[in-house]
């Protein structure tokens, strides 16, 4: 289902894929309430994505046909829309393999992605314990994975593209690749002792346009539990959004993510945290005087 939108304009994608986290259905259901609070704002492009059933492993990764499928999907609906600026509500980290490989297709390669998460979705599906797709959805835009993960993520980043924000807790093969490649990384100590250093990089970086990535585990617990993946040691709320408000002011924002959200029983304590994020993304999808 999708509603109308002009060419160049921006276009919000609501894709509650699950599959890639495995059999998570507080995943669909995060992804619906986040959509739900964005009513009223738009247009709007929706993947269909079947409700949770059990998962097949193929390739190395379970859900494998239909992951392929749904991004499949998603990417052609941005290429028929032709959006400049795509804001994705989503359930799991996969998702982003559509509008990050869509943006950069578009922008010929003049696009920095921003990676706030607690992991840095490095795997591939010889190194992933769980086999787990969202943890292999940055790897795979950067070229390496299943192979028709990858034909679809065309084209693909360099590793110069990449900033990988808040990145916590890596696996041994993850942290290997980002050393051989010498991909930027910024811990939440270091967004705490040097506020100004992701900012700077990005200006630095030659780039014009910025893609922010955000996984909700990017911040502490304490704040927000719900989460697929709890991570100790997150980035504060007041730091999370003040980077964000950095990154906007830094380079042209074309798009903007919210994954990885599993709402349970004390979501409800939680709303001011959502409130704030759904604010720092909203503005993507209103239009641009001319």
């Not at 996969?94 to 010929?108: F, K, Q, T």
């Not at 390496?144 to 990145?167: D, I």
């Amino acid at each position: 289902m999708t509603t109308s939108t002009t060419r160049d304009g921006s276009l919000g994608l609501f894709f509650p894929q699950w599959q890639g986290a495995g059999e998570v259905p507080a995943l669909e259901t995060g992804a619906r309430r986040l959509r739900a609070r964005l009513d009223g704002v738009g247009p709007w492009a929706r993947v269909d994505v079947p409700s949770v059933h059990p998962l097949r492993r193929e390739a190395g990764v379970w859900g494998h046909g239909e992951l392929v499928e749904q991004l499949g999907a998603a990417r052609r609906l941005l290429d028929a829309h032709q959006p400049a600026r795509v804001l994705t509500i989503g359930g799991d980290c996969g998702v982003e393999v559509a509008p990050v490989s869509y943006l950069n297709a578009r922008l010929g390669g003049d696009l920095a992605v921003v990676w706030f998460d607690a992991h840095a979705d490095l795997n591939t599906p010889d190194s992933s314990l769980s086999a787990h797709f969202h943890g292999m959805a940055l790897r795979v835009l950067l070229g390496q994975g299943a192979p028709a993960f990858v034909e679809g993520a065309r084209p693909h980043l360099e590793p110069r593209q990449v900033f990988l924000a808040g990145v916590r807790e890596l696996d041994p093969p993850e942290a290997d690749f980002i050393r051989e490649h010498a991909l930027r990384r910024f811990t939440p100590t270091d967004l705490r002792s040097r506020p100004g250093a992701l900012a700077q990089a990005l200006r630095d970086s030659g780039f014009r346009h910025v893609y922010v990535h955000m996984d909700l585990d990017v911040t502490d617990p304490g704040e927000l539990p719900d989460v697929a993946c709890p991570t100790p040691h997150g980035l504060e709320l007041a730091l999370l959004v003040a980077q964000l408000r950095a990154l906007r002011e830094s380079l042209h924002q074309v798009g903007a993510s919210l994954v990885e959200y599993a709402p349970g029983d004390s979501a409800g304590s939680h709303e001011a945290v959502i409130s704030a994020l759904l604010d720092e993304v909203r503005t993507l999808l209103v239009p641009i005087p001319h």
